[in-house]
């Protein structure tokens, strides 16, 4: 419901901290690309700044990219 969501609001990507997501859900199929992030605490994932930055430059509709 979550990818159904982001697609009906016009989301270009969502970011998640679910690791699940990409071997439960189709992502291939959809127009909105999915980053998931390794960490899910903020002092982790604001080290991580960078990488996400990097991943939301490359991440493409349908696509998945884990952020380490």
Known sequence: QLLDAAEQHDFDVLIT????MRFEQRI???????VVL???????VRLSV??????????TPG?????N
């Open 28 to 34: 291939g199929n959809r127009r909105v690309a999915v």
């Open 50 to 59: 960078p990488g996400i930055l990097e991943a939301l430059q490359k991440v």
């Open 38 to 44: 390794s960490q899910s605490k903020w002092p982790e």
């Open 17 to 20: 901290g679910d690791k699940k």
């Open 63 to 67: 696509a998945c990219i884990v952020v």
